[in-house]
């Protein structure tokens, strides 16, 4: 039994192997949509996620398969103090597989080492969110054919930024990949990265302002600044305005780039580059639906 | 310069770092152990001017040797038999360390699940980077 914690759980094998699956569902949603019959999904939030929590749940159903679980810690037995070690066993013998979400970090690790089911980590805390990851890669290479040869660009909150980390250390993997940091001081990228970086030879930038790297892009990914993970609402508030994409910006940028936004976004993207056909942040969502799909049949070992 | 006596059979931990070997002895959970020990503190030394030393009397498979790793794996253990050193063992770095240091990240579910034991785990052994298994904070604790 397996269950995903991290996104370089998988191999990058396994990971062609997921994308080509996901990708086949995109095809033909119809030789899907019983694969899941009589299992069930276990959505677990200890916190609020409306976007993957339903993202999880439409997979399922969109597998044939059913779905249960609590979308606030508060609606749980959490709330009367029960383990997270007791919770899952407890899940274990409602679904056949779970998705757990929660505030602290290595919480979906400490599930899957007493779960009889597979664990999917649907992020914890500020460390991992995997899906999200794997929902960035299949985007990349659904929408540009590959996962190599790349200057993308990552843009916003660095430091705190989870999505951003994981994706980093999913694309170190792939070849001839450099990056461009673009972040305010107080936000850049942590150290243990650039560390990582400098040892393997990747090649990377770290500019301030979006303006003087958009036409090198590739791959421009946008985030949000999260409050959530702020301890000081003053140093929240100096720095959320910090980038805001519109149109003017878009200007100089390749004609074929891409904008990724892991979303919510608040403002970060102005509602006019919506329509841009580069802007493929709506796309995402939908590779979201996609790769968890294609997740759930692999952990379940359902072949189709 | 002040004599402690030899051993007859247990291990001298030498070339502790001056001043640390009270914390030694604690994480080597010494103080439980019914046994003689004598904590010299401030031994001169050649190589590092001034250093602690621990000597035990009791059997050396009671020992945490990956603990001791762990606090400082430059220490040197000898085992004594018959009052003679019969053998030097060498640390390495363990793999993982468990409840010898707790995460100090407020955000890891160790802060809230009491029962769950603190496991770092060796990532980076050039740098003796050690992360927590769960939320991968790196240690800041050194002794």
């Known amino acids: 039994m397996r269950h995903l914690m991290n996104p370089l759980d998988f191999t990058t094998e396994e ?28 959505t677990c939030f200890y916190e609020p996620s409306t976007r993957t929590r339903l993202s999880f749940e439409s997979a399922m159903l969109s597998l044939g398969g059913q779905v249960l679980g609590f979308a606030d810690a508060s609606n749980s037995s959490a709330a ?24 602290k970090e290595g919480a979906p690790m400490v599930a899957a080492s007493k779960s009889s089911i597979p664990v999917i980590n649907a992020g914890d805390g500020g460390h991992q969110h995997p899906t999200q990851t794997l929902t ?12 190599n040869n790349f200057t993308i660009g990552l843009c916003g909150d660095l430091k705190f930024g989870r999505t951003v980390h994981s994706l980093i250390n999913a694309l170190v993997r792939y070849d001839n990949i450099r990056f ?21 030879s990747i090649p990377y930038e770290e500019v301030i302002r979006l ?6 892009l590739d791959l421009l990914y946008m985030t949000r600044v999260q409050k959530e993970r ?9 720095l959320k305005d910090f980038y805001i994409l519109n149109k003017a910006k878009m200007e100089p940028a390749k004609k074929d780039m891409l904008v990724l936004h892991p979303l919510p976004r608040v403002n970060e993207i102005s509602v ?19 790769v968890r799909m294609a997740l759930i049949l692999t952990l379940l070992e359902i072949q189709v | 310069m002040l004599n402690v006596g030899k051993i007859e059979e247990g291990f001298v931990l030498d070339h502790i770092a001056a001043g640390k070997s009270l914390s030694i002895y604690h994480h080597l959970q010494l103080d439980k152990l019914d046994c003689t020990v004598a904590i010299i503190k401030n031994a001169r030394s050649n190589k590092m001017g001034k250093k602690d030393i621990l000597k035990v009397e009791c059997d050396i498979n009671m020992l945490d040797l990956d603990v001791l790793a762990f606090i ?12 003679k050193i019969v053998a030097k063992k060498e640390l390495v770095l363990p793999r993982e360390i468990k409840n010898v240091i707790k995460c100090r990240n407020p955000r890891c579910i160790t802060s809230i699940e009491q029962e769950l034991p603190h496991i770092f785990v060796l990532t980076d052994e050039q740098k003796e980077i050690y992360r927590c298994k769960y939320c991968e904070e790196k240690c800041d604790v050194r002794f």
């Open chain 1, 230 to 238: 702020f301890f000081n609402e003053e140093d929240y508030v100096r």
């Open chain 1, 15 to 42: 990971l062609d192997r997921l994308f080509d699956l996901a990708n086949d569902i995109e095809k033909n949603p119809a030789k899907y949509a019983h694969a899941c019959e009589g299992k069930k999904l276990a």
């Open chain 1, 272 to 290: 006019e580059v919506d329509d841009d056909p580069r802007a493929a942040y709506f796309k995402q969502v939908q590779y979201g639906v996609y």
């Open chain 1, 80 to 103: 009367k103090g029960e383990s997270v070690s007791d919770t899952i066993r407890i899940i274990s013998c409602y679904a056949d597989i779970c998705a757990m979400r929660h505030p």
């Open chain 1, 211 to 216: 303006e003087d790297c958009m036409p090198q």
């Open chain 1, 180 to 200: 461009i940091f673009i972040s305010p001081e107080e936000l850049k990228v942590p150290d243990y990265i650039t560390e990582m970086l400098k040892e393997k």
């Open chain 1, 136 to 147: 960035d890669l299949l985007t990349i290479r659904s929408l540009k054919g590959r996962l």
């Open chain 2, 72 to 83: 400082d794996h430059n220490i040197t253990v000898n085992v004594i038999k018959d009052g």
